[in-house]
């Protein structure tokens, strides 16, 4: 029903920044919520943010709090991850996830769609 592309990663140094893109195509409904995961070589998917539609509230790990914006550009079917002050614990492979629910979640098995992931890595 969604179809969802990650894009924008890459390998910066710490203190960089990077935007990352999650392109949506597909039937979805007119409420919704979108979350951004992240996963690192061993260790266990881990919630980054989540932003909903309408309204555009926000959740964010604490990790990155202060340092990651989510937002959500509607008319172009498109949610951004804006990173900034990377650090090498932010190396991993980043997902966007959809949900059909409007209901922001940090838990992975609430989301109905994933995109195939796209690779940060900072060096130090």
């Known amino acids: 029903q969604v179809q969802l592309v990650e894009s924008g990663g890459g390998l910066v140094q710490a203190g960089d920044s990077l935007r990352l893109s999650c392109a949506a195509s597909?039937?979805?409904?007119?409420?919704?919520?979108m979350g951004w995961f992240r996963q690192a070589p061993g260790k266990e998917r881990e919630f980054v943010t989540a932003i909903k539609w309408p309204g555009g509230a926000t959740i964010y790990a604490d990790s990155v709090k202060g340092r990651f914006t989510t937002s959500v550009d509607n008319a172009k079917n498109t949610v951004y991850l804006e990173m900034n002050s990377l650090k090498p614990e932010d190396t991993a492979v980043y997902y966007c996830a959809y949900r059909i629910s409007a209901r922001l979640s940090e838990y992975s098995h609430m989301y109905d769609y994933w995109g195939q992931g796209t690779q940060v890595t900072v060096s130090s």
């Open positions: 597909g039937r979805f409904f007119s409420s919704y919520s």
